[in-house]
Each structure stands twice: as structure tokens, then as C-alpha cells.
């Protein structure tokens, strides 16, 4: 099968990564997968949520945003609404939760670090795009605490983690769907993967009509081969 833009059912799309890429973050990361782009920065601040206080925890967290042209006609601005859409709230909590489960809070003390995801252009996977990205930010921002004494503790990463898209196109399960493939599936999934082969999340719809139990398996494999893929690209980046 040779889908919208060329690639076998099985393929990713090219995946580049520039890390330092804002120069005041503790870290940050533009993450390209084809023509989709995210830049994602660690904020690190010495305070908690109010519930955290007292608690010797830290806290990981993220937003989400998307710039009003990075889409084929402009999307209005969240602050204008004076909230954000539940599709933000909804990605902003995945993200959050996807890096929160391979840091041990415990080691971090109370300390809290944002990651903002701000999408410049998108064509299809920008939340996966976005967990992908965040943890090499995630983890630039740990190194840097870490190197400065300001974690007293144990090296708080317990492990990796990564998330990309899978799709079924034509019958075919494919990996990675861009904007119009997406858009034209008949199941679409976002799954988030560590770096021990263990699922963190799994989002998945039939958008028309329903699929099985053997096709729902064909989809986490197709998705476990792109994530482990993408964690042995962010193991070589970041040693």
C-alpha cells in the first residue's frame, strides 16, 4: 500500500529533533514528525500546587496550544473564548499525565516543571508529537537541576516515554497518520508507550462503523514498533 504521501502502511514519517531550541528554558525541543511541528519548553519553578504543599512532592505538568495559522484556516485564539476548548484540556491532561508516569515524584521535592507545547504547524499527531518532544525537554530541565544540586534525591526518571498514532486506511493498519489520513480513517489511535514495552495510554475510535479484537492487536503492534523506534531516537540524543 502506498498511502497519501508515499510511505508503506508501516512507516513513520521523518521525525527530526532540535533540542536548545528556545535559549531561556530550562529545556526545550522542536519535535518534527513530516510537516508537523511542536515546540515544547520545561519551565521549572520552586513551588507546587497548593494540595502539594508541605508534601516534600513534585509535580510535572503541561499546556497545550496551537497557533491560530497552524492549520489551513485560522483557528481563533483560546484567550479570546476566555478558556480553552476541552479538545486542549483533554490533550494538556494527557500529556501531563504521560510524562508524570515515568518521573518519581518523590525525587523531585517541591519542585514543580510545566512543559508548553505550542504546535506551529499541524498535519496530523500534535498531541503525540507533543508527549514525544516534551520528554527530551522534560529530561534537558532534570539535567540541569540535577547538575546544580537542586535535587537532593535519586535521578527522578524511572524510564522513557513516547506515543505516536496508528490507523486503519482501506482495511490497512497504518502507522503515523497525517491530517488528511486521519481524517479519512476508519479507526484512528493514539497510543503512549515506555521504554519497557508497558502501555501508558491507548485513545482509539471506529469512526465508522466498528473493528476487532484481532485488528484492535495488529494496531498496538503497528503502534509499539513507531514508539519503540522513536524512544531509541530520543536514547541517542540524549545519551
Not at 535559549?23 to 514528525?33: C, D, H, K, N
Not at 516515554?161 to 490507523?167: C, E, F, H, L, Y
Not at 469512526?207 to 531509541?232: H, K, P, V, Y
Amino acid at each position: 500500500m502506498k498511502r497519501i504521501d508515499g510511505r508503506a502502511a508501516a512507516e513513520a514519517r521523518p521525525v527530526n529533533i532540535t533540542r536548545d531550541y528556545l535559549p531561556f528554558a530550562e529545556g526545550s525541543v522542536l519535535f518534527e514528525a513530516g510537516e508537523t511541528r511542536v515546540i515544547c519548553s520545561a519551565t521549572v519553578e520552586e513551588k507546587v500546587p497548593g494540595w502539594l504543599r508541605g508534601s516534600g512532592q513534585g509535580w510535572v505538568t503541561a499546556e497545550y496550544s496551537m497557533l491560530p495559522r497552524a492549520t489551513e484556516s485560522r483557528t481563533t485564539r483560546e484567550v479570546v473564548a476566555g478558556r480553552p476548548k476541552g479538545r486542549t484540556s483533554e490533550i494538556q491532561r494527557l500529556i501531563g499525565r504521560s510524562l508524570r508516569s515515568v518521573v518519581d515524584l518523590d525525587q523531585l521535592g517541591e519542585v514543580q516543571i510545566i512543559l508548553d507545547c505550542d504546535v506551529i504547524n499541524a498535519d496530523g499527531g500534535t498531541r503525540t508529537a507533543s508527549i514525544s518532544g516534551a520528554f527530551i525537554a522534560l529530561h534537558d530541565a532534570l539535567t540541569k537541576l540535577k547538575a546544580a544540586g537542586r535535587l537532593s534525591g535519586d535521578w527522578p526518571l524511572t524510564g522513557f516515554v513516547a506515543a505516536i498514532s496508528v490507523g486503519i486506511l482501506d482495511g490497512i493498519s497504518c502507522l503515523d497518520l497525517n491530517y488528511k489520513e486521519d481524517s479519512q480513517a476508519d479507526v484512528d489511535m493514539n497510543v503512549v508507550m515506555n521504554s519497557d514495552g508497558e502501555l501508558i495510554e491507548i485513545q482509539g475510535t471506529a469512526e465508522r462503523g466498528s473493528f476487532g479484537r484481532s485488528a484492535l492487536d495488529e494496531l498496538l503492534d503497528l503502534g509499539e514498533q513507531g514508539i519503540t523506534d522513536l524512544i531509541a531516537m530520543q536514547q541517542s540524543i540524549l545519551g
